[in-house]
């Protein structure tokens, strides 16, 4: 498998001034103003103090709007814009129509899968497909785990199924 690099941007922002609820509702503001990727980690800062990690993957040109939305919503006073090698394999994407049978009711959705270019056992459905097929399900009266959901569609993936039944 070829490895391809890439220069990246991460920003390690270290919060204790603020709650779990504000640090939870910044992610959506991060994502819009472009970050990548976001992960927010519980801490103990100085002082015995709770605080947040935010490790942020950000493209080069959102750079200057993720640093606004750390000024403006975290209160944030400095952080680490840290230059990295983002190291990933190729993957392949894959869209599959799959008609469902859930007793007398039937219904198509669109399967979106992902795997490493040239694998199968790195074969997983797309978590918004999962999600689609819950809220579809729910709809129907028919209340899955979104786990369960996860395997019904990792079955249709790894078996090449058209069309599967729902018991």
């Given at each position: ?25 910044v ?30 993957d ?63 056992e ?23 785990p ?9 079955d ?12």
């Amino acid at each position: 498998m070829e490895l391809f690099k890439k220069d990246g941007n991460l920003f390690y922002v270290q919060a204790d001034h603020i709650t779990g609820e504000l640090a939870g509702s910044v992610i959506e503001y991060l994502y819009e103003a472009g970050a990548g990727n976001v992960q927010v980690v519980s801490t103990v800062t100085k002082k015995n103090r709770p605080g947040y990690l935010f490790l942020i993957d950000v493209k080069s040109d959102s750079l200057d709007a993720v640093e606004q939305v750390l000024i403006r919503e975290l209160s944030v006073a400095g952080w680490h814009r840290i230059g990295t090698e983002h190291c990933h394999l190729a993957v392949d994407y894959l869209k599959k129509p799959v008609e469902f049978c859930l007793g007398q009711n039937r219904f198509r959705m669109e399967v979106e899968g992902k795997k490493v270019y040239g694998t199968t056992e790195t074969l997983r459905p797309e978590h918004r497909s999962c999600v689609e097929l819950k809220e579809i399900l729910r709809r129907k009266n028919q209340d899955l785990p979104l786990e369960a959901c996860k395997k019904i569609l990792t079955d249709i993936l790894e078996q090449d199924l058209s069309s599967y039944s729902i018991e």
